[in-house]
């Protein structure tokens, strides 16, 4: 009987030890479940957020494009008007306005 008490007992530890470990596998796998749904929710966050970014890069890229098309312009219309006053003043010999008489001598 003694035996069979003993035996008993170590029947209930370990069923109580496979509980205890049965429970710690569940929690131990939904906490796995829970790391990887966070984890596939921080890939998509940041899947999401690179392709901001490309857009924004893609954004940024073709207004530089346009700004340097313009620099491209207006230095070219700044070196052919520069050049058409060039050319104005070599075609035109150099007037002072001082040198230049509007006025009657007798004015004076």
Excluded at 72 to 81: A, M, V
Aim: no cysteine; hydrophobic share 35%.
């Amino acid at each position: 009987m003694k035996l069979s008490m003993e035996l008993d007992e170590e029947r209930s530890a370990a069923a109580v030890a496979a509980n205890n470990a049965m429970a710690m596998i569940t929690r131990l796998r939904a906490e796995k479940a829970s790391v990887q749904m966070e984890a596939l929710q921080y890939q998509r966050m940041m899947e999401e957020h690179v392709e901001y970014d490309k857009e924004a890069i893609k954004i940024l890229n073709d207004l530089l494009a346009k700004r340097d098309e313009r620099i491209t312009e207006w230095r070219s219309q700044s070196l052919s008007s520069s050049s058409d006053e060039k050319s104005r003043d070599q075609d035109h010999e150099f007037e002072s306005p001082l040198v230049k008489n509007d006025v009657d001598d007798d004015q004076f």
